[in-house]
């Protein structure tokens, strides 16, 4: 190429246009937000793939492209959302204080945990799933992974020594107290009682043996 030669024209900005498989992207996440929402508020019954489709402005067919069934479109759902908010309320380590203050803050993140959209949502679809064995199959190993998944983040964040087997049990009513608060909060505003008794329960747990 000669100093008189043109430069090749670089191809021009695509203002606007986002690459197909992000667009499919946000379509899957808007979806499965939706979903969540929709359980939540509906239950297990009213909530169709067509009110789903509908909240967020597609098609029943638009929303069958990524998810064929009701029945997977609900636990893919389930199993999205209770990641995300097992990452923003117990993965955060960086805003956990030191000393007691940590088990108060964890207890508060674990109530949390279990009174969130999602816990709801899943309330109604584990009380669909109880008279519907094959659905009930599909359920327990996903109830198992949250399940685990909370119980693993609080030793990490509480460095306890679940050899122990005092401390291991605490752990565990923790999460059992966590969720049967959970329930208490689906018909009426139990906020108030629930910050009493974890400010109890954070007390308990400062006895665990740590590592």
């Known amino acids: 190429m000669t100093a008189a030669d043109p430069a090749p024209a670089s191809p021009a900005p695509q203002h606007g246009h986002a690459p197909k498989q992000d667009r499919s992207r946000v379509t899957r996440e808007r979806i499965l937000e939706s979903t969540i929402e929709a359980l939540a508020e509906r239950g297990w019954q009213a909530t169709t793939t067509t009110v789903v489709a509908e909240r967020i402005g597609i098609s029943r067919g638009a929303l069958q492209h990524h998810f064929r069934t009701r029945e997977d479109l609900f636990l893919t759902a389930l199993d999205a959302m209770f990641e995300r908010n097992l990452q923003l309320t117990m993965r955060d380590e960086e805003r956990l204080p030191d000393g007691d203050e940590r088990f108060d803050v964890l207890v508060a993140r674990i109530m949390d945990y279990y009174t969130s959209d999602a816990f709801t949502a899943a309330l109604h679809v ?24 909370v119980f693993e983040q609080a030793v990490e964040l509480l460095d306890a020594d679940i050899s122990d087997e ?45 590592r």
């Open 126 to 149: 584990w009380t669909a799933a109880a008279g519907e064995p094959a659905l009930r199959d599909r359920i327990l190993p996903l109830e198992a992974k949250f399940a685990r998944g």
């Open 166 to 210: 005092r401390t291991r049990r605490l752990i565990q009513l923790t999460l059992d107290l966590a969720r049967g608060l959970g329930l208490a909060d689906v018909l009426t505003d139990d906020s108030a009682r629930r910050a009493r008794i974890a400010k109890f329960w954070a007390g308990e747990l400062r006895s665990i043996k740590r």
